[in-house]
């Protein structure tokens, strides 16, 4: 019961895509890098995706152990949503 509570909680679906998301982002941004696309070091690579693991997963176990809407949360989730773009679109450049 409280899996399939959890599974209707938009906090708990939201957090679910954040982390998919990342793991794409890592796979995706990391074989850019080395095939030699991207210019970014390793040591930036390691350190967004490092930070923002970090980040996502405190949300989610967040929203796991406390289920109920929480106001900051869903701040802190959008100021995470908005940071990485920024980076992914820098690092696109040649």
Do not use: C
Not at 13 to 23: E, K, M, T, Y
Not at 52 to 66: D, E, K, N, S, Y
């Amino acid at each position: 019961m409280a899996i399939a509570r959890l599974w209707r909680n938009n906090e708990f679906q939201s957090a679910s895509v954040r982390l998919i998301a990342w793991g794409v982002l890592v796979a995706l941004l990391g074989l850019g890098k080395m095939e030699g696309y991207f210019p970014f070091t390793w040591e930036q690579y390691f350190y967004l995706f490092g930070l923002h693991f970090v980040w996502f997963a405190g949300i989610f176990l967040h929203v796991i152990l406390r289920p109920e809407h929480n106001h900051l949360r869903t701040y802190l989730g959008a100021m995470a949503d908005t940071s990485v773009p920024p980076f992914a679109s820098t690092s696109m450049v040649r």
